[in-house]
């Protein structure tokens, strides 16, 4: 070793520059990544709509034992389709009148119905509550949704990662698989399986999961494929990392804005087709209500009583509207190239 | 490209007769049979209507009957209506649905490319936000929801069109436009991204800086060129409208085949119900493949050969 001479600390002057301090300075906090995304999808106005609509209607739906404000399947058949009235308030619409041979009636004077008895978005054909329904109903849709967007990603993320991983033949049988799958129509598959499956939650969910997770699972698979020649994922490849390791540490990390965005995707699917078995008659079985079967019983009565088709008609379609524009939003949000 | 189109016709069948083959033991799965007035046959009786139906043979020679059959285009026979073949309750049916189902891609289409391209020209104004507002209302909205509002305004309270009909192209008008929402919200979107990025390109700068009117250039150079991927989205805009046109040809008494294909599933008509799953299906690869050769043909930058896919 070579002496290092010894030099006094005096010696040392800390030459600095004040105008290279300034620039180098930073002004504001540094965000990560998850940091950023929150920042960009809460100035999207449109987004944070959406997601208040949607938490609010979440709540409801999972508070529905406390929020309803009757049974929604009990029946009181004297009490059936009234319209809507909103205690004694007198709002036209929603007054308890009807219009009966072009005369507008007090319907609920009519069934004698007891004086402070009021139903807020009126009563179906067994005098069952329709704002109870349309609650409990919307906790069902959204149920359905969650339960087969959890199947879809449960199937569909290792697929794709272990087509993408794998590659070679294992990835052409996959994707022949796939191929098949998807060739099929949706609604054909999910038809099929009710069909055979008895009508019910699970079987909905089954039958709209089966076909669901080949999206997801392409779309992985391409991810994959990029991220596997990453550095980083050689570099753990190098040090003997096992391939599942690969996967959770690195892979699924780096894969969870395609996964969280394409579930907005899915969901607002799931409910989409769940209403359009029940609308069918192959969904949910009587008495549960569904926004698809509130909506089937609102069509027959569409003619005379139209309330009965509305609420459900708006709920299902702020449902839609609010999952696929906050899709959108955080698809800018993950991905700001995307934005123009 | 001929070598490509061979491969994809082979992979075509292929999964035609996965298709069909599933659907089948699908079907041979489901218990009881087919004759629910059972009781007030005969044993006699019964064995006579199944072996009419060659359900008495065992299920693999039932199989290998039903698909010696397919390749012959014979679906089987309905259960429920007098015996037809299920090839002639399609064929009966077929020209409603295919009508509808035609004019909503052809308005949807073409309603959507003028709202995506106006949308792209006039982008972060009012026009795009109003724009971007109709295509998610089309694409968030069901089918079968808008249907119902159509029919309960446009022909049962102002008397415009017939509530549910089918005679003239009057009767199409409402099916038709229940239908046509999806395609145009799909297309108006995919439309602005697409002008989006060709409007920003060097060769629209080079259109404008030449001196062109920004008319000849939206329509001679943007237009084109946002077009072709236009392409690869009708495939699955078909099996959109197909899914829909079911419960709407429900809703306006269309006799379709979306109309049968939800009576035949009511009625548990099984081989109606194959069949149709089959026919569906064949629709619909067919669209694909052609929609996919198509688009190698219009645009040469695609190499066919190398998947032809994503």
Known sequence: MEQIPDVPKEKFKLIHDENNSEQEKIGTPSLTYLQDVRRRLFSNKVAVVCLTLLSIIVLISIFAPLVAPHNPNAQQVTLSNLPPKLGNLNIPGFNGYQNMGGKMVDAYKQVGAPKDSFYLLGTDYLGRDLLSRIIYGTRLSLIVAVLATLVDLIIGVPYGIVSGWKGGTTDTIMQRIVEIVSSVPNLIVVILMMIILKPGLGSIVIAIAITGWVTMARLIRAQTFQLKEQEYVLAARTLGESSTKIATKHLIPNLSSTIIIQTMFTIPNAIFFEAFLSFIGIGIPAPNASLGTLLSDGQKAFRFLPYQMWAPAIILSIIMIATNLLGDGLRDAFDPQSDD | ?310
């Open chain 2, 1 to 310: 490209m001929a070598k490509y189109i061979l491969k994809r016709i082979f992979y075509l069948f292929l999964t035609l007769f996965i298709i069909a083959t599933l659907t089948f033991f699908l079907m041979k799965l489901l218990p009881g049979t087919p004759f629910s007035n059972q009781n007030r046959m005969s044993p006699d009786q019964l064995k006579i209507v199944k072996a009419q139906y060659g359900l008495d043979q065992s299920v693999f020679v039932q199989y290998v009957r039903y698909m010696g059959g397919l390749l012959q285009g014979n679906l089987g026979t309905s259960f429920q209506f007098n015996n037809e073949p299920v090839t002639t309750l399609i064929g009966q049916r077929l020209a409603p649905s295919m009508q509808i189902g035609a004019q909503a891609m052809i308005l949807g289409t073409v309603l959507g490319i003028l709202l995506g391209a106006v949308a792209a020209i006039r982008k972060n104004t009012w026009v795009d936000t109003l724009a971007t507002f109709i295509s998610i209302l089309g694409l968030s909205i069901p089918s079968f929801v808008l249907a119902v509002l159509l029919q309960f305004y446009l022909a049962y309270k102002w008397h415009i069109y017939p509530v549910a009909l089918w005679d003239n192209f009057q009767s199409s008008v409402l099916p038709t436009l229940a239908l046509a929402a999806l395609p145009l919200g799909n297309v108006a979107r995919f439309m602005r991204t697409e002008m989006v990025d060709v409007m920003s390109s060097d060769y629209i700068e080079l259109a404008k800086s030449k001196g062109n009117s920004a008319w000849k250039v939206v329509t001679k150079h943007a237009l084109r060129n946002s077009l072709i991927p236009i392409v690869t989205i009708i495939g699955p805009m078909a099996v959109s409208v197909m899914t829909g046109s079911m419960v709407v040809e429900n809703i306006f008494s269309i006799p379709g085949i979306g109309e049968q294909f939800v009576k035949s599933i009511t009625t548990n008509d099984y081989p109606t119900i194959m069949g149709l799953t089959i026919f569906y299906s064949f629709l619909l690869v067919v669209i694909i493949l052609i929609v996919d050769i198509l688009y190698g043909f219009i645009d040469p930058r695609i190499r066919l050969g190398n998947g032809g896919k994503e």
